[in-house]
């Protein structure tokens, strides 16, 4: 019963970050797209961004692992 509990935990986190990840690759496109002379400073946000997403979403899933 933990471990089926852990992997839905597991699972929502990564659904979650791979929400979040998509939302934010979406947002950099619509705002490269408007201002294309900003792009670089842009995609280095979208990129930080990003990695903050997965790391949370690592972590939570060593935790729901753990658990």
Do not use: H, N, Y
Request: proline fraction near 1%.
């Amino acid at each position: 019963m933990t471990g089926t509990l852990a992997a839905v935990g597991a699972g929502i986190a990564v659904i979650g970050a791979g929400i979040g990840i998509g939302k934010i690759g979406s947002s950099a496109m619509d705002a490269m797209a408007r201002q294309p002379e900003a792009s670089a400073k842009i995609q280095t946000a979208m990129i930080i961004a990003a990695a903050l997403i997965e790391g949370v979403a690592l972590f939570a899933v060593v935790v729901a692992l753990i658990a």
